[in-house]
């Protein structure tokens, strides 16, 4: 049963299973999943950061036990942590912005969330590729992607900067 639960969670219910990319299929998923929380369901930020954050912490364990006895480390069906990734600068977006926010620039903004992290994720610069190499445990699987997001949210904070001062 654990296994069953544990499965199904590592490959968020089966996306991981897709032959064809599914990283960022699971990116794409995550970010419409967080759009509908954050703007159609209005659920409260603190509700979704506890959700998060759960989902954050259980990965670590689950993640360890599917990988336990798999010769591969770093197996493409594990995609939680394109999940937990791609949720960290979608989140900080959102409580970064407030309540109000024009729904046109909110997806213009998880649309430019979700390519930033796919390229962050896929070109891996340091140090995201530090530690998807130097650590082959779920440690190393689940922090390149959390270094990715946060790669995500300071070039963000780059563009708005620049955008406040020169346009």
């Known amino acids: 049963m654990i296994k069953t639960i544990n499965y199904l969670f590592v490959t968020c219910f089966g996306i991981g299973s897709f032959r ?39 990965s670590f364990y689950a993640v360890s036990e599917y990988i336990r006895y798999n ?24 409580i970064a912005h407030g309540t109000m926010k024009d729904p046109q620039e909110s997806i213009l903004y998880y649309l430019y969330i979700f390519i930033l992290f796919r390229f962050f994720d896929i070109k891996k610069p340091f140090p995201v590729s530090f530690f998807d ?3 082959k445990n779920s440690f190393g699987v689940i922090i390149d992607d959390v270094v990715a997001g946060l790669y995500v949210v300071l070039t963000l904070i780059i563009f708005m900067v620049i955008k406040s001062k020169f346009f």
């Open 71 to 94: 010769e591969n480390k770093d197996p493409k069906e594990v995609v939680v942590d394109e999940f937990i990734g791609q949720s960290i600068p979608i989140y900080l977006y959102e």
């Open 133 to 135: 190499r130097k650590f």
């Open 20 to 58: 064809f990319a599914p990283g960022t299929i699971t990116s794409l998923f995550t970010t419409i999943f967080l759009y509908s929380l954050f703007h159609i369901v209005n659920l409260s930020s603190s509700i979704i950061l506890l959700i998060l954050f759960l989902v954050f912490i259980y």
